[in-house]
């Protein structure tokens, strides 16, 4: 079965400094896609960032980067220069892509991240 | 971006009642559409995926008979929670993808809605 692990639930970090957020998954298939997801307190999900499990390359967005290990099924988010509005739960996700169709998010059980003033 | 609305954003029932909330892609046609649960402080989970024209696929343990989906069009799923009970009151999220894209299809998140069952 594939699985997503977010070992730390609750995270902080001063305003302008960096923090990572962890995650692993656990997974047979060679291809696939993995995703950070924000939810603020609206509680709208909104897609921070994206990895296809094919590229090497570190995915990155302004502030967001990650850092995948596919030999180590590791997937760790880093913001840099925190802000008030990173403030949320940050859900890390699996989908494994089945010719292009639509599989199935499979989600970590979140980190609530607080950014102190 | 594409867009995708749930309404209503918030309902109050009594049990034993249904209630029945609707998810539109309002600028793409949406083949795929998936219908997350979320409890408090707890993630996302799965509770059906629905195609277009074609029945739903539950994930287990969900009671398809309790929570009806239907996709009758290409911008329109509905989930409704027939006789419902306190235990159903959760944050209900839709999700969509859109056909024709090549490779990735992102899911695109609706804004939930929030069911208190009394």
């Known amino acids: 079965a594939q699985t997503v692990t977010q070992s730390q639930p609750e995270m902080s970090v001063q305003e302008a400094e960096t923090v990572t957020l962890s995650c692993t998954y656990d997974?047979?298939?060679?291809?696939?896609?993995l995703f950070w997801y924000k939810q603020p307190p609206s509680r709208q999900m909104i897609l921070v960032i994206r990895q296809e499990a094919y590229k090497q390359q570190n995915a990155t967005e302004n502030r967001f980067s990650v850092n995948f290990q596919k030999a180590a099924k590791s997937f760790s988010l880093k913001i840099s220069d925190s802000q008030l509005g990173d403030a949320a739960m940050y859900f890390c996700?699996?989908?494994?892509?089945?010719?292009?169709?639509?599989?199935?998010?499979?989600f970590g059980k979140g980190t609530k991240l607080s950014v102190k003033p | 971006g594409a867009v995708v609305s749930q309404h209503p954003s918030w309902v109050i029932c009594k049990s034993g009642t249904s209630v029945k909330i609707e998810c539109r892609s309002l600028?793409?046609?949406?083949?795929?559409m998936f219908w997350y649960r979320q409890f408090p402080k707890q993630s996302l989970m799965l509770m059906a995926t629905?195609?277009?024209?074609?029945?739903?696929?539950?994930e287990q343990g969900v009671e398809k008979d309790k929570f009806l989906i239907n996709h009758a069009s290409l911008t329109l799923s509905t989930l409704t929670v027939t006789s419902a009970h306190p235990e159903d009151s959760s944050f209900y999220i839709c999700?969509?993808?859109?056909?024709?894209?090549?490779?990735?299809?992102?899911?695109?998140f609706g804004p939930g809605t929030r069911l208190t069952v009394l």
């Open positions: 600028d793409f046609q949406a083949t795929t």
């Open positions: 996700a699996y989908r494994p892509n089945y010719g292009g169709s639509q599989g199935n998010l499979i």
């Open positions: 997974t047979s298939e060679s291809d696939y896609y």
């Open positions: 999700s969509a993808t859109a056909g024709g894209r090549v490779r990735y299809n992102e899911q695109f």
């Open positions: 629905s195609n277009e024209g074609s029945k739903a696929t539950y």
